[in-house]
């Protein structure tokens, strides 16, 4: 349940700016029938209580020479290494998310590399370097089929 109760127009907004954050008040107000004031009103509301969390340029991993996407499932030994592991990950500008997980593995990894000579610098030299890691599993990206940071909202529209 969300902390902050959105309205229609909320919605409406947060919709707008997920499909262009770069939309000015001006812009904005008008996609959503809403004059200027009590639109940016409403998103600095929005900012504040967090619902929206921060801006941010989405790049082509392609275009930069990233043309290698794994996933990357990591099981601990035991537990006690978390705190290393989770330090680790933060250094490592080759994850782009991580996740703690159920089922088999404990975190899934979602990594980007130049090719596969990056990839294998990194298991090795990094990765398997961390104390506690007891299993590493890989899956590479073949193609991709949707991609999107935009989050559902039609849960919150109500009856």
């Known amino acids: 349940m969300p902390d902050m109760t959105l309205d229609k127009t909320d919605l409406r907004i947060l919709a707008e700016l997920q499909l262009n954050g770069r939309l000015s008040n001006v812009e904005l107000a008008e996609r959503i029938a809403l004059s200027p004031s009590p639109c940016l009103r409403r998103l600095k509301q929005l900012e504040e209580s967090g619902v929206i969390r921060q801006y941010v340029a989405l790049l082509d991993p392609?275009?930069?020479?990233?043309?290698?996407?794994?996933?990357?499932r990591v099981m601990l030994e035991k537990r006690g290494n978390l705190d290393l592991f989770i330090d680790a990950v933060q250094r490592w500008p080759e994850v782009?998310?991580?996740?703690?997980?159920?089922?088999?593995?404990?975190?899934?990894?979602q990594v980007y590399f130049e090719d596969m000579e990056h990839f294998s610098r990194f298991v090795m030299d990094q990765l398997?370097?961390?104390?506690g890691i007891q299993d590493v599993k890989s899956s590479f990206v073949l193609k991709e089929f949707k991609r999107t940071a935009a989050l559902p909202l039609d849960h919150l529209k109500g009856g």
């Open 128 to 131: 398997l370097q961390q104390p």
């Open 96 to 109: 782009i998310n991580c996740y703690a997980m159920t089922g088999e593995m404990d975190y899934l990894l």
């Open 62 to 72: 392609a275009r930069i020479g990233l043309g290698l996407q794994a996933f990357v």
